[in-house]
């Protein structure tokens, strides 16, 4: 009888714990990128990497497994992992997508897939009623991050899967923020599982990658056949560097989301800080939905304070964590979403969504939470108090 193991414990023992040829304890990086056939008329396993690879076999049956899905895909970026899965659909086919969605994903939407014809509508997912309103007839997928960036919105990912299979579409998810670690979205019904394995799931800011997961057999079929056609196939080196940065998920997961909700509850309580999102806090809008569908909150928050000017003296003072784009990383990340993620989209626009010039994003890592509150506390004793910070008190 199988033992059932915690998630984990999976990370650890697993099909790949050990090469079953020399009893190595680390998956073998395969560089060959085509493979002898013994036989003239039936060729094996492997005939060239683009098709197949063994290191890459590796990471996508370990994330396949780890999602609960059939059959998993390695891509040399999440935006190949995404532009990929949106070759599933065909010209006339439209598209529903959520509103914040992340920055690349809506380059491709609106300046991509729309010169082949197909449509798109964007729809804040929050509200399942407007999501319904907007599905057409030639609706093909729809399209949900939760939570969503930079404002942590949190999506009903159930409700969005009924009014998908009531409508014959498929749900695709990019569950980047949250990794298997903490939402499982194929078992709540999503179609797709998409990631930005260059986050969490590799963890330390030296990789890029991306992820797809399906659980049924028959879009298995389709996604291998545009993952080598399209042939946007990840590397055996970065593949390795992404299954081993997977050995320590659970626990860097667990520690980060720790901290952050730790650093959260810090910033509500700070008078220089006009607003936290994060699903952890109990008046976030999305907190019980978060509770219901995922097992934490994950390690991403943002905060506003009063302006740009605020933001400028804040980055300028804070010691510890790297002001960069990118996130789920080892060390602690700060962004600055006006002027990185969201540079592009047009200031009303952008102000309309909620991501004002006063926004800052920050991916918590594994530093000693109170050495990050104490090099807050110092930068934000710089940030001049203002007359809208005090009144919000
Ligand atoms: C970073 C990111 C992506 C894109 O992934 P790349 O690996 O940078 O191509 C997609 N979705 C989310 C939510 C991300 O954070």
């Known amino acids: ?138 609706t093909k997928v729809i399209y949900v991050e939760t939570p969503s960036n930079p404002l942590l919105k949190v999506t009903d990912i159930q409700g969005i899967v009924k009014l998908a299979k009531a409508n014959g579409c498929l749900t695709f998810l990019d569950n980047t923020f949250m990794t298997p670690a903490l939402q499982r979205p194929l078992d709540l019904g999503v179609d797709v599982v998409l990631h930005s394995a260059t986050k969490f799931l590799a963890g330390h800011s030296d990789v890029v990658a991306g992820l797809a997961v399906v659980k049924d057999e028959e879009l298995a079929k389709q996604l291998y056949k545009l993952q080598n056609a399209f042939g946007a196939v990840l590397g055996v080196q970065d593949a390795w560097l992404v299954l081993r940065g997977l050995k320590t998920l659970h626990v860097r997961l667990k520690q980060s989301s720790e901290s952050a909700l730790a650093i959260a509850r810090y910033l509500s309580g700070h008078p220089k800080v006009e607003e936290v999102y994060y699903p952890g806090l109990t008046h976030h809008p999305g907190h019980s939905i978060q509770r219901y569908q995922a097992s934490g ?12 000017e605020a933001v400028r003296t804040f980055v300028k003072h804070v010691r510890l964590p790297v002001f960069a784009v990118s996130l789920g990383a080892v060390e602690s990340i700060l962004s600055y979403p006006a ?49 809208s910070a005090v009144s919000a008190r």
């Open 1 to 138: 009888m199988e033992q059932r193991i915690s998630f984990q414990t999976k990370l650890l023992h697993n099909k790949w714990k050990i090469d079953r040829q020399t009893g190595a304890v680390s998956v073998p990086i395969q560089h060959a990128s085509t493979f002898h056939q013994f036989d003239f008329d039936t060729f094996g396993k492997y005939d060239y990497s683009r098709s197949g690879n063994p290191t890459r076999e590796a990471l996508e049956e370990t994330i396949a497994e780890l999602e609960g899905g059939v059959r998993g895909f390695a891509f040399s970026s999440g935006m190949a992992a995404i532009s990929t899965a949106f070759l599933l659909l065909s010209k006339g086919d439209h598209v529903l997508v959520t509103e914040d969605v992340y920055g690349g994903t809506y380059r491709m939407i609106t300046e991509v897939l729309n010169r082949f014809g197909i449509e798109y509508t964007f729809v804040d997912m929050t509200d399942l009623h407007e999501v319904a309103t907007h599905i057409r007839p030639n």
């Open 297 to 308: 909150f994950g390690a991403v928050l943002s905060f506003r304070l009063a302006d740009e």
């Open 339 to 387: 002027k990185m993620s969201h540079a592009a989209m047009p200031k009303e626009e952008r102000e309309r969504r909620g991501i004002t010039d006063g926004l800052l994003r920050l991916s918590v890592g594994l530093e000693a939470v109170e050495d990050l509150i104490a090099d807050f506390e110092q930068a934000l004793s710089y940030v001049k108090e203002t007359s």
